[in-house]
């Protein structure tokens, strides 16, 4: 993929398999800023604070169905930074939505929100992972 072909994909002419992932990212960044105050800017910084977040709700130990939802939007945003951080895109397969990096792996960070939930992930480490050679042109 050349450089030019890359900045499309991320500013306009995204594969279908992007658009509802896409969605999901922009309906947490908007609860998380009306919510609670906190402004997400699509940086592997601010995974952090999601990872922080989804550490919140599992001590008020919340139910699974009343969060399910909310962490879909929390793995689809950590998907977007993966994607802006290598220049990867979005896949979906039998209903599941992956990132693709340019080196060929798949990420599946709306399952890696689950396992935050549960205690056993983190969408900082995983962004780090999917990140590990660099940027990719």
Not at 8 to 23: E, N, V
Not at 35 to 43: K, N, V
Not at 71 to 95: D, H, K, P
Request: hydrophobic share 40%; proline share 5%; glycine share 10%.
């Amino acid at each position: 993929m050349t450089s030019a072909t890359s900045a499309t994909t991320q500013q306009g002419a995204r594969p279908s398999a992007a658009a509802k992932p896409a969605r999901w990212a922009a309906d947490a960044v908007a609860a998380m800023r009306e919510g609670a105050r906190l402004r997400l800017d699509y940086s592997a910084r601010s995974l952090w604070s999601v990872d922080r977040t989804i550490g919140e709700i599992r001590r008020e130990a919340a139910p699974y169905a009343a969060v399910e939802l909310v962490l879909r939007g929390f793995g689809a945003y950590a998907g977007e930074v993966i994607a802006r951080q290598t220049g990867g895109e979005w896949s979906a397969y039998g209903g599941d939505h992956w990132v693709r990096t340019p080196d060929g792996r798949l990420w599946d960070p709306i399952d890696e929100a689950r396992r935050c939930y549960t205690g056993d992930g983190s969408l900082r480490l995983l962004c780090r992972d999917a990140s590990d050679a660099g940027p990719r042109p």
